[in-house]
C-alpha cells in the first residue's frame, strides 16, 4: 500500500495529462522502468550477497561498473569535445568524488541498518525536491496536483516506515 501511494503520487506530481506516444517518449519510459528495476534489485542484492564487503570495495566497484558500462556509450556519440573548461572537469570530479561518494557511503550504511526496501523509499523524495527547488529558483507554481502528490507520498513514506500513526502497533520487518 505504501509503494502505491508513493507512486501514486509521483504520478500526481508530473501531472496526468496524456502525453503523445513516440518513440523518443516510450524509450524514455523503458529507460526509466529499467533504472528503477536495476535500483530496486540492486538494493535488495547488496543486503542479501555483499554485507561483508567493505564499503569502499562496494563504493568504487559500483562506480567502475558505470565507467565500464556508460565509457562505450560515450565514446561513439557524436560530436565528442575535448576542448572542455577546467572549471567543468573539476565540478564534475567535485560531484562524483564528494556528493557520490558521500551519498553511497550513506547509502550502504542505511542499507545495512534500515534494509533496501526503506532504503530505497527515499527516492520518492526527489520529484518533492525537485518541485520545490523548482518554486525557489525558477519561481515555478504549484497546483492542486502537486499538492496531493505530496501529500500521497507522505502517506506512503509514513506507511512503509512503521510508524504507528497510520498503521496501528503492528511492526513488520520489512526485507
Same mark, same amino acid.
Given at each position: ?17 496524456? $502525453? ?18 536495476? %535500483?530496486?534489485?540492486?538494493?535488495? %542484492? &547488496? ?9 569502499? #570495495?562496494?563504493? %568504487? ?14 565514446? &561513439?556519440?557524436?560530436? $565528442? ?10 565540478? $564534475?570530479?567535485?560531484?562524483? &568524488? ?5 551519498? %553511497? ?19 520518492? #523524495? ?27 507520498? #507522505? ?7 512503521? /510508524?504507528?500513526?497510520? /498503521?496501528?502497533?503492528?511492526? /513488520?520487518?520489512?526485507?
Amino acid at each position: 500500500m505504501a509503494f502505491i501511494c508513493g507512486i501514486g503520487g509521483v504520478s500526481a506530481l508530473l501531472g496526468l495529462s496524456p $502525453v503523445q506516444l513516440t518513440t523518443e517518449v516510450l524509450m524514455g519510459a523503458l529507460m526509466a522502468l529499467g533504472a528503477s528495476f536495476c %535500483y530496486g534489485i540492486g538494493g535488495v %542484492y &547488496v543486503k542479501k550477497e555483499l554485507m561483508e564487503c567493505d564499503d569502499e #570495495l562496494l563504493i %568504487y566497484g559500483q562506480q567502475l561498473g558505470a565507467v565500464i558500462v556508460l565509457l562505450p556509450i560515450f565514446l &561513439v556519440q557524436a560530436p $565528442v569535445t575535448w576542448h572542455v573548461p577546467l572549471n567543468v572537469w573539476l565540478s $564534475v570530479v567535485a560531484l562524483g &568524488v564528494f556528493c557520490t561518494e558521500i551519498a %553511497y557511503v550513506i547509502y550502504f550504511s542505511m542499507i545495512r541498518r534500515i534494509g533496501p526496501i526503506k532504503t530505497l523509499s527515499v527516492t520518492f #523524495l526527489v520529484p518533492i525536491f525537485g518541485m520545490f527547488w523548482g518554486v525557489v529558483f525558477m519561481h515555478e507554481s504549484l497546483s492542486v496536483g502537486n499538492f496531493l502528490g505530496f501529500g500521497l507520498i #507522505l502517506v506512503g513514506l509514513i506507511l512503509l516506515s512503521d /510508524r504507528p500513526i497510520l /498503521r496501528g502497533n503492528n511492526k /513488520r520487518d520489512v526485507a
